[in-house]
């Protein structure tokens, strides 16, 4: 069915597949042959926040390459895929999603993980590493042992209330994203609640239990993909500080600063999703040149890369 995106046409198709007997809407994009980029491009897949579902990450997508094939989907207990029969951790949901990867014929993808979805792409490129070609991660941290956000902010985001109570996020907005929901609280209540369909309250727990306890610090090293991580300098929920503690820890990646907060991915998608474009695109050669660069100077963004064996 053809949807008009900001770019231009793409098709997009969403539909619920049985994976390991767990029920999972699925959306993937196809890509244009027409694209600036041309066909035979790595499909990206992309791995949501906590308690979001595929419609959130619309935005993003719209602003992509055309070019470029996308598979998004909702985890177990959130937006279209029901509830599983019992909690699940993260080592489960990578094993879910490389079998629901094998399903739809894809031998390897690149990982886009955003906030929660960052920790599970982290936890997928080291324990499915044949499938992960290269790695973006925004807006996400280390887990229990990280830079943690303020306890009055915390307390915010444990609960699932902002998905519920469309005036409490407008109220909440700017102390839990900062960036441009500081001046723009309705565009972030309008994305979570128009945009976005909302799972049960024992959908968003279970996707607590599934990271509690867990911590990618002792394996960072051993992630070999070339990584881009992304972060904004006004983000409440994960400060700066873990963003440059991952791009210390992980041998072959490069540190994008924005200036914005938690969920500029969608809210400033026109400004960073040719930066994703860009690292997904570009060749091993200029990926592992090692040499330090400034990035562009639009929106005040700086971004520098490392290389190691």
């Known amino acids: 069915m053809p949807i008009r995106f900001g770019r231009r046409a793409a098709r997009q198709v969403t539909r619920t597949i049985a994976i390991d007997g767990q029920q999972l809407r699925v959306c993937v994009r196809a890509p244009s042959a027409g694209g600036p980029s041309g066909g035979g491009r790595t499909p990206l ?5 906590i308690g979001a579902s595929i419609e959130l990450l619309q935005p993003f997508v719209d602003e992509l390459d055309p070019a470029l094939e996308v598979i998004r989907f909702d985890v177990p207990g959130v937006g279209g895929s ?33 906030s929660w979805g960052g920790g599970v792409a982290q936890h997928f490129a080291v324990r499915h590493r044949a499938m992960c070609r290269r790695l973006v991660l925004v807006s ?12 009055a902010v915390l ?23 900062g960036g441009s929901a500081r001046s723009k609280p309705d565009q972030v209540r309008a994305m979570m609640h128009d945009q976005s369909r909302v799972g049960s309250q024992k959908g968003y727990l ?33 400060p700066l500080a873990n963003a440059r503690l991952m791009h210390a820890l992980i041998p072959r990646s490069r540190l994008h600063v924005y200036s914005g907060g938690h969920v500029a991915l969608v809210t400033e998608a026109k400004a960073l999703a040719p930066a994703v474009d860009q690292f997904l695109a570009a060749g091993d050669a200029e990926l592992n040149s ?19 064996s």
Not at 45 to 49: E, F
Not at 214 to 226: A, D, G
Not at 290 to 308: E, H, I, K, L, V
Request: aromatic content about 8%.
């Open 290 to 308: 090692g040499q330090r660069t400034r990035g562009p100077a639009q929106n005040g963004s700086t971004s520098s890369a490392r290389s190691g």
């Open 155 to 177: 307390a915010k985001m444990i609960t699932p209330r902002r998905y519920t109570d469309p005036e409490y996020l407008r109220a909440t907005a700017a102390e839990l994203y």
């Open 45 to 49: 897949l992309l791995l949501n926040g």
């Open 82 to 114: 029901p509830l599983p029969t019992l909690p699940y951790r993260f080592t489960g949901l990578c094993r879910l999603t490389a079998h629901l990867l094998s399903h739809l014929g894809y031998d390897a993808v690149d990982v886009l993980g955003i």
């Open 140 to 151: 996400t941290a280390t887990g229990a042992l990280m830079v943690p956000a303020r306890p």
């Open 206 to 238: 279970y996707q607590l239990m599934a990271g509690a306890g867990w911590t990618s610090l002792p394996f960072l090293p051993l992630i070999r993909q070339p990584t881009l991580i992304m972060s904004g300098d006004d983000d409440p929920l994960i």
